[in-house]
């Protein structure tokens, strides 16, 4: 039996459907079963990563767990599952970090919560497996609206590339961790096949779709006041902005060949990945 955090979220439900599509007993741990919508044939139990007595049920009977936290509470939930699975005689742990993780360097929220929810997971005991991506091809599902109201992609620092990473390919390396042998103890930076800026990624999704985009450079600032716009908390969203300042940085650009070392196939492609999402771009 694996359990599944944030089972919810783009990863999370890609590494439940890719365990399903393997025959092995999965577990979803949500917060509201009642607006989840999982897939019929899995186990779905309430649960909260900040509540630890509501993770003994959930991880009854577990050997091994999907471990997504998100947040500045982080190090708090991490702690929290690798103490619960501990009690539980949980044998793996696999947890989606952040690509800049390991980067002593990388003093900014996001990566210092995850490296500080990485240390309690390596502490548990329980063999780990760290899953960094640098960074999400489904970040530019945020840019539908614009393309199809003005045909157009706002978004900051236009010099900066990331080589972004496609979320089934995230999964993909996550479930090899979970189901086989020879994982433990790793650690898997994830990268896409091609660092892009976002206008670069502004002219795919242009081809992808088949009429022409523009890429218009916002100010830190103005990105900022937008995420405040979409309920982000303060404290997120000055987290949010400094990863993002980091795409100015050549850590964000290297292509790391992990995907194919662990799947034994390439990553795909910013236009692979456009192209599947394509219908998100064209109605609401």
Do not use: C
């Not at 991490?78 to 690509?99: E, I, Q």
């Not at 960094?132 to 970040?139: A, C, E, I, Q, T």
């Amino acid at each position: 039996m694996i359990l599944v955090t944030g089972a919810t979220g783009t990863v999370g439900r890609a590494v439940i459907d890719r365990l399903r599509a393997l025959g092995t007993p999965v577990r979803a741990l949500v917060r509201r079963p009642e607006t989840a919508n999982p897939p019929a044939d899995i186990e779905v139990v309430r649960g909260d990563l900040g509540a630890p007595a509501s993770l003994a049920a959930a991880l009854d009977g577990v050997d091994s767990v999907f471990l997504l936290s998100a947040g500045p509470e982080i190090p708090v939930y991490d702690a929290n599952v690798a103490a619960a699975a501990t009690r539980a005689g949980v044998r793996h742990l696999v947890k989606l970090s952040s690509g800049r993780a390991g980067d002593d360097a990388a003093t900014d929220p996001i990566p210092a919560w995850h490296r500080a929810g990485e240390q309690t997971v390596r502490e548990s005991g329980i063999d780990w497996t760290m899953v960094r991506p640098l960074g999400f091809m489904s970040n530019a599902l945020h840019w539908a609206p614009g393309i199809r109201a003005v045909d157009t992609v706002r978004a900051p620092y236009g010099q900066g590339r990331i080589a972004v990473v496609d979320p089934e390919d995230i999964a993909a390396v996550a479930v090899a961790a979970l189901t086989e042998t020879g994982h433990a103890g790793k650690v898997y930076t994830l990268s896409g096949p091609q660092a892009l800026a976002p206008g670069e990624q502004t002219g795919i999704l242009a081809e992808v779709l088949g009429r022409p985009l523009r890429y218009e450079e916002i100010s830190a600032a103005e990105a900022h006041t937008a995420l405040l716009g979409f309920g982000v908390t303060p404290e997120l969203a000055d987290a949010v902005m400094a990863l993002r300042a980091t795409a100015l940085e050549s850590f964000t650009s290297v292509i790391h060949p992990a995907v194919e070392e662990v799947t034994g196939r390439p990553p795909r492609s910013f236009a692979d990945w456009a192209t599947t999402h394509r219908a998100e771009y064209v109605s609401g």
